[in-house]
Each structure stands twice: as structure tokens, then as C-alpha cells.
């Protein structure tokens, strides 16, 4: 799905910043993702939404994603399942394959943040509610401390030898270093 977007350009690091009306909001319920209803579903924009119930920008209850070029995604912290409004209609994540490949990957990625800060809405160590990291992509218990990072999952692991001869790596940050074989993962987005 990445290489489908070139020649635009994915930014998937932490950031703290408000939205400009033309960017991306995804409005989650758990399961499903507002989308605008036309001849194809697409991503609602922030200013639309705004413009929709009567709201300003500075009124926006949401956080930055990540931005794909110049245009930002953003969560919309406002609303927690409702009715969707005239012209719009809550839809499986599946309906983001039909979308261009900026809001595939974008509208895609924007749902599986929100999954995961669902997810994680509050602490599996004490039950507390969880909050937003203010410096890195996580969630925060404020009582306990817990931690918590959307899943990096492993994509693939390869063994390179010669003859007999095997290629390990190793990481020169343990001091207590540790041979393992040569693999790679992958993060949201």
C-alpha cells in the first residue's frame, strides 16, 4: 500500500499541531469511519465538518496523525458514536480500498491509530483512563505510569548464509549482546 502513493510523501512522526480546514478528520466509532457520500466515499474535511454544525476552526476537539505531503489527518476527539449527518455515513474500513491511493493509505492508517487509542483507552495495569503522550505516539497512565505504543509487528526474518557460515547481527546498545537473525518490522502507516 506505501508504494502506491509516489510521488507523494508520508510524514508518520509525533507531532503536536491544529488543523487547517482543508486537511483529513476521521471520525471513529470503534468500528466504522465517517465518510462523505457522493459518486465514491471519500474523507471528510476538517472545515466541511465544521461548516456542517455550525463551528469554527479553533473549535476543533481533535489531534494530529500524520500528514501525507502538505495535508494532515486528524482524530476528532468530539464525538463519541452518534448519528452520522445528512450526506455522510459511517462505513467499514474495507471502503478505503476504493478511495484514491493518498486517502487508501491515509484514511487506512488514521483508522488503525484510532482503533489502537480505543484500544488502549484505559490502562491494562490498573484500570485507570489513559492519556495521549505529549512527547512521543502513546498512551499514558497518569496513576501507575503505564506506557503504551501502537504494535510494531514483525514482516519478515531471513537467514543469509554461506556454506556453512550463518549472518547475525546484533545490537551494540545491550550490554548484554545477543545474536539474532537478520529481520525487519513494520510500524503503523
Not at 484500570?127 to 512527547?135: D, F, V
Not at 512521543?136 to 556453512?164: F, L, Q, T, W
Amino acid at each position: 500500500m506505501i508504494h502506491e502513493i509516489l510521488p507523494h510523501k508520508l510524514y508518520n512522526e509525533f507531532k503536536i499541531c491544529g488543523p487547517k480546514s482543508t486537511d483529513f478528520v476521521i471520525r471513529y466509532d470503534g468500528a466504522k469511519t465517517l465518510l462523505k457520500k457522493g459518486t465514491a466515499y471519500t474523507i471528510p474535511r476538517v472545515g466541511e465538518l465544521l461548516e456542517l454544525e455550525g463551528q469554527s476552526l479553533e473549535n476543533f476537539e481533535g489531534h494530529y496523525l500524520f500528514s501525507i505531503d502538505e495535508t494532515a489527518f486528524f482524530l476528532d476527539d468530539s464525538v463519541t458514536c452518534g448519528d452520522a449527518p445528512e450526506g455522510y455515513e459511517y462505513m467499514v474500513s474495507r471502503t478505503f480500498r476504493n478511495m484514491s491511493p493518498v486517502e487508501r493509505l491515509g484514511g487506512a492508517t488514521a483508522a488503525h491509530l484510532a482503533h489502537w487509542e480505543s484500544l488502549n483507552r484505559f490502562c491494562g495495569r490498573c484500570g485507570s483512563e489513559m492519556a495521549r503522550g505529549e512527547k512521543e505516539r502513546s498512551m499514558v497512565c497518569p496513576k501507575c505510569g503505564n506506557v503504551v505504543y501502537p504494535r510494531i509487528s514483525p514482516v519478515v526474518i531471513v537467514a543469509v548464509h554461506n556454506g556453512d557460515k550463518l549472518l547475525m547481527a546484533h545490537n551494540i546498545d545491550n550490554p548484554n549482546p545477543r545474536l539474532f537473525l537478520i529481520s525487519g518490522f513494520v510500524e503503523i502507516g
